[in-house]
C-alpha cells in the first residue's frame, strides 16, 4: 500500500495534535471533552500545512467531484489551510482565491466582513480546521451567502463527532473531514 499525504498527517495528528486529559479541556463550541485537539500543530506549521494542502488538493477534493471558485471560512482556524489550498491549486495552473470571513463586519474602512476577491466569485468551499457543533462554519456559510456566494460543500481536518456534520447538513453543507475523532483512540 502507498503512502498517502492522509497517513504522514495521521502520524502528525497523533504526534502533535491529539492530545488526552482526565480533566476536561473547555471547546470552542462551549462544550467540554476529555479529547483536546490543536489542528493549529499542523496549520501553523510550514511542513505539515504544505503536506495538509496537498491531502486537500489531492486526496479529499477530486472525490467531491464539485467546482469552486474560492475557499475559505470564518477567521482563524480557516486562513492558514484556505491560502495553502490556494496555493497549491495556483502551483497547478488553476485560480482558487481565498477568502477570510470575519467573525463581525470591522468598524472602520468599509466595514466588510469578508477579505479576499470575494465580488469575483459565485462558489465557495468552506474549510475549517476541526468542527464540534459546526458552529464557526455555519457562521462563515450564512455570511458567504448573504454575499451572494453559494456555498454547498465543506471540507475540515477533523470532524470531532460531536453534532457538527449533521448541523451542517441541515443547512444543506455536505462536510468532509480528513479524519474523524474515533479514529484517535
Not at 142 to 153: F, P, Y
Request: net charge neutral.
Amino acid at each position: 500500500m502507498s503512502h498517502t499525504f492522509r497517513d504522514q498527517l495521521f502520524s502528525w495528528m497523533k504526534t502533535h495534535v491529539y492530545r488526552f486529559s482526565e480533566t476536561p479541556f473547555r471547546l470552542a463550541s462551549g462544550l467540554e471533552s476529555q479529547h483536546y485537539f490543536n489542528c493549529k500543530e499542523v496549520t501553523l506549521h510550514p511542513e505539515r500545512l504544505s503536506i495538509l494542502a496537498e491531502c486537500f488538493v489531492d486526496e479529499v477534493i477530486p472525490k467531491l467531484n464539485i467546482e469552486f471558485q474560492a475557499v475559505g471560512g470564518l477567521t482563524l482556524g480557516a486562513d492558514p489551510i484556505a491560502y495553502a489550498i490556494s496555493l497549491a491549486y495556483f502551483k497547478r495552473g488553476k485560480t482558487i482565491f481565498p477568502l477570510v470571513v470575519r467573525k463581525e463586519s470591522k468598524g472602520h474602512g468599509t466595514g466588510q466582513q469578508i477579505e479576499g476577491f470575494w465580488k469575483e466569485v459565485k462558489t465557495c468551499l468552506v474549510v475549517d480546521d476541526v468542527i464540534t457543533t459546526g458552529g464557526s462554519t455555519l457562521k462563515a456559510v450564512k455570511v458567504l451567502r448573504e454575499a451572494g456566494i453559494v456555498v454547498s460543500n465543506g471540507i475540515c481536518i477533523l470532524d470531532r463527532e460531536e453534532g457538527g456534520y449533521e448541523n451542517l447538513k441541515s443547512e444543506n453543507i455536505s462536510m468532509s473531514p480528513i479524519f474523524t475523532k474515533r479514529e484517535f483512540f
